[in-house]
């Protein structure tokens, strides 16, 4: 099977309720949180395809990275700006998420997060083979090349900066393992 079809297969079973969406690299640590009013499977197929996808478009997000989708579908559109905004700050404080622009903080009683689901979108082989620092830390060099690349000759703006220091601290951490390895 090839990755598109698995990735496809895979999506199918994904929510498409309206809700929250985090987009999790290869060891399932969120790289950017996101919401859809129109349905999450709908919105995360287009950041995974590039199609109408501006994280992907503005070069903050490698789809190469992405290996698990973690959805929280709610019940009312008006629950989830503040859902996002919870999720947003609890991930951007433990490892800074791509998304660029801060959502501000606001008030949300854990007890009203929803159920997660979460989809793993490439197959467990590819993932381990994607994790190895040979193949992981080229790849994160060449992301922030196209990033800064980006900056400097299309979009000049303070997201991208902040995605741009994401991608660095990143960069640092397989470098490291990078060097532990070889």
Known sequence: MSAQSFRADQLKTL???IGVYALCDLD??????????DGIRSRVRRHL????????ANRQVDV??????RAWPVS???????????????YDGDSRLMNGKVVPAVTFEKTDIPEMQTVQVIEEAERQSRLRP?????????????LVDYILNVKN??????????????????????????
């Open 157 to 182: 703006a303070d997201h991208l900066k902040r995605s741009l220091d994401a991608h660095f601290e990143r960069l640092v951490l397989y470098h490291k393992d990078f060097l532990v390895d070889h």
């Open 49 to 56: 395809t590039s199609a109408r996808s501006d994280i992907i």
């Open 134 to 146: 040979e193949s992981r830390l080229p790849r994160q060099i060449s992301q922030y090349l196209i």
């Open 15 to 17: 929510t498409d309720s």
């Open 64 to 69: 190469w990275e992405v290996a698990y989708v």
């Open 28 to 37: 399932n640590v969120p790289i950017y949180v996101g919401q859809s009013v």
């Open 76 to 90: 009312s559109k008006e629950k989830i700006s503040s859902l996002e905004s919870y999720l947003y700050n609890l």
